[in-house]
């Protein structure tokens, strides 16, 4: 099995870890039983660019139950557990990566994993199907389609595919209800003050929270600091998602007001310069800045570093900024996801991505056993339903069905009593 991680010797510590995640993903554990009867991946090379942590190799042994050769690395130079790695490239896995990558060890890493060949690609963030489709064209033709886990992916591929540039289908697992309502809510709430006081040691309670954007991610940031007893202000530039903020009992207001007011401001919009230039004049002393978004454009570090006299890094993930003015700004991670890049980030429950890597395992086969045309696709309602009754199941969870009379109620349009 070829692999390049840090330390292969850290296996046994990594199977520990996948071996606890494990107890707390009851579907994917079923579905990889299925898949261990059935081996619908038989001859098949499935290539991924995911967070590399003890979940995430749980996926990969997922698909390697059903068959499948498979290749693994990093979507994050920061967010890869080494132990993990070496647990993955013991027990079968061709892994590539390691916590610290440069940018350049980043983009060899993936070109190692698409080196195997694969049949099938699941990304986070699109960054291994955008670079088979600008400097890997050669695989192009083995390619069956691609399975892709976060929104910010979502938005590259759709704008790919407008444009006519995508030239693979893909299945957008992000658009799953089993995946966002769940994952992007409950688990970017959970996982980004699970790092961020792990990280700072911080009370929450009493602070005035920014969160930037109310999407689902942004709900779910929302949603956690209120309960931990935060004051918290949301900034949004969709109406109705602004509007439902302010009826959820949120303060809304723009950038540049609610960063007067920050005493922690984290952004989660998956779009650029959300705060930059002159915002960073208007912070608080001790104003603590972090990103939930995928990637490190969300606060313009530049602006930052240009605006500072001084910096200085106080904690691996903690870098203080001396503005002019003497005010101290703390950035988190480097400004990427700090629920996975973080000192402490582990990233989002097992309970969690046990959902989430159930859709991605299942789109994957869906992609092979379906000819589909060039295009961005939702994973089938059937199949949310299904992850949803078994994770109901695996709960203990018992619930109600209609009885024939109410079928033909609902399906009769003449009765309106």
Known sequence: MSYNVKDISLAPEGKRKIKWVQRHMPVLEHIKKEFE?????????????LHLEPKTINLGLTLHAGGAEVAMTGCNPLSTHDDATAAGAALGLHMYGWRGETNEEYYENINKVLDHEPDILIDDGADMIFLVHRERKELMDKIIGACEETTTGIHRLKSMHHDKALKFPV??????????????RYGTGQSTFDSIMGSTNILIAGKTVVVCGYGWCGRGVAMRAAGLGANVIVTEIDPIRALEARMDGYRVLTVREAVKEADMLITVTGNVDVVSGDDFKYMKDGCILANSGHFNVEINKEDLEKMSKSTKILKPDIKEFVMEDNRKLYLLADGRLVNLAGEQGQGHPAEIMDMSFAMQSLAAKYLLNNKLEV???????????????????AMGINIDSLTPKQVAYLENWEEGT
């Open 375 to 393: 295009g961005v696709y939702k994973t089938s309602d059937e199949t949310d339903n299904y992850v949803a009754k078994l994770k109901l199941k």
């Open 37 to 49: 009867r059935e081996k619908p991946f038989e001859g098949i090379t499935i290539a991924s660019c």
């Open 171 to 184: 299945m957008a697992v992000n658009d799953s209800y089993m995946k966002y309502l769940f994952d992007n």
